[in-house]
């Protein structure tokens, strides 16, 4: 399993692998049962765990670094029914996290997956090849772009503006009407 096909559904608790996805939804297998399931878009949404970001006192850093900091950190992982424990144990762990707009719930959240993806034996790290892929499609939506742009460009100039201009419609008013 790679971390980069691992998410969280709006709807269902625990994380999900993505086994296949379709126009209307996804096919997922649930970590912790090994059921599959297919999640409709309509009703879930689905968040890659790649994608989630979490607020800090700077800038928002990925949900990989907060995984990271617990992994290195010598403290043991709070009882999530305990949300001061929850809170002293972030304030250690995550320092810069903006403890106004992280809610309790979310660092719940945070240590379940942790363990979770600590049991299931997954490596948690950004896929590298989302970074080159990223910047392949970036230039080439810039090089489409451009193309469609200079093909318009020509489309404009070689016409006669005189032949493909569509005379306004003016609609009447009622007291023009009577």
Not at 61 to 86: G, W, Y
């Amino acid at each position: 399993m790679e971390y980069n096909k691992i998410v969280a559904v709006t709807g269902l608790s625990g994380l999900f692998e993505v086994v296949s996805s379709k126009n209307d939804g996804a096919l997922v297998r649930s970590l912790e049962d090994g059921s599959t399931k297919f999640v409709a878009s309509r009703v879930h949404n689905l968040s890659h765990l790649e994608s989630i970001e979490i607020y800090t006192a700077d800038e928002n850093v990925n949900l990989v670094e907060v995984f990271e900091a617990m992994k290195s950190s010598s403290e043991k992982l709070p009882d999530v029914k305990d949300n001061k424990a929850l809170k002293a144990y972030f304030e250690t762990v995550f320092s810069k996290m903006d403890f106004e707009r992280v809610y309790t719930s979310d660092m719940k959240k945070m240590v379940k997956w942790y363990e979770v993806l600590q049991e299931k034996g997954i490596d948690i790290k950004l896929s590298q090849e989302k970074n080159e892929e990223g910047e392949a499609e970036v230039e080439e939506a810039a090089s489409f772009e451009a193309k469609t742009e200079a093909v318009t460009t020509l489309e404009v100039s070689g016409m006669d503006t005189a032949e493909t201009a569509k005379p306004k419609r003016t609609r009447k008013k009622k007291s023009e009407e009577i």
